[in-house]
């Protein structure tokens, strides 16, 4: 029995076209470029880390109303507000922060990925630089003041390496290449407004506060992205790339016109009064941060779901692993809190809750982990999970069925279930001879032991 199939195989290659052993960085440009991104890990993290508690003491402080929305400084009607409602200045200040801490790790996280797994190919690489440097930008720098002068120049430069490195990853996605090839004129355009935003804004760096021409530069170029991306999609990318990369083009579309329409919404259809509200503030740059967590989560969508740059599996594992590590806590948590409670009047209560709750996790981490493996493939990894049933079925099938002709339509069957090929078929040797082979087996003389 043979399997004959020609397929149109969807292979796992890196998005760029048939040149794809050109998109590899070898020797030398290697380690320079990993040096790079190091360097520029290195930057950002102490930036962001130093920013935390001079920002975190800035948010303390009690602006005016014509400034609080743009730097996220309280109000003195704003704190009046907050008191009204039973909250304090330390719960405002913790939750910009806290939100800022989970903005920017989510991007650092995506792009230390990226770069631990693909760090040699060129267009992953670069899409692991633009995330880990962008977000500094979305940090509040004004609290570096606080700190020696000599940090801003770093910060500034950090910040316009984070603009531009996204906007050139947007216009080149997935490829490596500006198409239409007049995009790349477009640079200029990014380079005047970071630079004006990095370093010669008179104001503090935020999306806010920006002059008029800077602004509308700032919003035709947000919707330049956009437009090339669904150019690309539409136009220019094969069947590949388009299921590669639809999570990316809609993640970006969805967080650059969201983000748009939020600082549009914020600053043209509410008086300043309005604005300068704690709960605003909060609502505000929720939203914004919401909008931009966007692009990377759609590059971890893209990844799970279309094996973008290869690194699925580590993804997989970090999934099940993370989501299993997690559960295990809180059902560890959870049984040592109810049997201490059941077994409060024993002196040993504490004692017995320990061990009980050790004996429950060892018993379910097997089980669970296999369901939430389980879920998993069934969420992002449907056809595996679906060809893994199929296989499991068709086994089960082969001890019972003993009509050659079913069995043969139940395998061309799964066959085409799993693999998904264009074409097969199936060639079974005539039943003669198979009986000539068979008898002439059985009636040929064992050799006799000289002859071995």
Not at 67 to 95: E, M, N
Request: hydrophobic share 50%; glycine share 6%.
């Amino acid at each position: 029995m043979s399997l004959h199939q020609t397929s149109s195989k969807q292979t796992s290659r890196s998005l760029n076209q048939p040149g794809a052993a050109s998109t590899r960085l070898q020797g030398g440009t290697l380690m320079l470029a990993r040096g790079v991104w190091i360097a520029g890990a290195v930057a950002v993290l102490v930036i962001f880390f130093a920013s935390l508690p001079a920002n975190f003491a800035y948010l303390h402080n009690v602006g005016t109303n014509e400034t609080s929305f743009s730097i996220r400084q309280l109000t003195p009607d704003g704190l009046r507000k907050l008191q009204v409602y039973g909250l304090s200045v330390d719960f405002y200040a913790t939750y910009i922060t806290g939100c800022k801490v989970i903005f920017v790790a989510a991007w650092f996280a995506l792009g230390g990925l990226i770069f631990w797994r693909k760090s040699d190919d060129r267009m992953a690489f670069f899409a692991s630089f633009a995330l880990i440097m962008f977000p500094i930008g979305f940090t509040n720098t004004i609290a570096l003041e606080a700190l020696p002068p000599t940090w801003l120049l770093p910060v500034e430069c950090v910040q316009f390496l984070g603009g531009i490195s996204l906007s050139v990853f947007f216009y080149v996605f997935p490829d490596g290449r500006f198409v239409p090839s007049w995009t790349r004129w477009l640079l200029i355009g990014w380079v005047i407004e970071e630079s004006y935003v990095s370093f010669f804004a008179l104001t503090p760096v935020n999306p806010f506060v920006r002059s008029l021409i800077v602004g509308f530069l700032f919003i035709v170029l947000l919707v330049s992205l956009v437009a090339v991306q669904f150019y690309r999609y539409r136009r220019v990318s094969n069947p590949v790339q388009r299921q590669q990369t639809k999570w990316v083009v809609f993640g970006m579309t969805v967080a650059v016109l969201g983000f748009a329409a939020t600082i549009s919404v914020g600053t043209t259809l509410f008086p300043a009064d309005a604005r300068s509200g704690p709960f605003e503030t909060m609502i505000a740059y929720t939203a914004l941060d919401l909008f931009l967590l966007l692009i990377p989560f759609s590059i971890g969508l893209a990844i799970l779901r279309s094996r973008l740059w290869e690194i699925d599996v580590i993804i997989n594992r970090s999934l099940v692993y993370g989501t299993l590590t997690v559960s295990l806590a809180l059902i560890y948590v959870g049984s040592v809190l109810a049997l201490q409670t059941l077994l409060g009047s024993f002196t040993e209560g504490n004692q017995f809750a320990i061990v009980g709750s050790t004996l429950v996790i060892a018993v379910l981490f097997q089980p669970l982990r296999r369901r939430i493996q389980a879920i998993i493939d069934l969420r992002f990894y449907r056809r595996k999970y679906d060809a893994a049933r199929t296989l499991e079925g068709f086994s089960a099938t082969l001890r019972s069925e003993v009509d050659l002709q079913q069995l043969r339509e139940q395998l061309v069957a799964v066959v085409d279930e799993t693999m998904q090929p264009t074409h097969v078929s199936l060639w079974l040797r005539p039943q003669e001879q198979i009986g000539k082979q068979s008898a002439a087996w059985i009636n040929t003389p064992p050799a006799s032991p000289r002859e071995k």
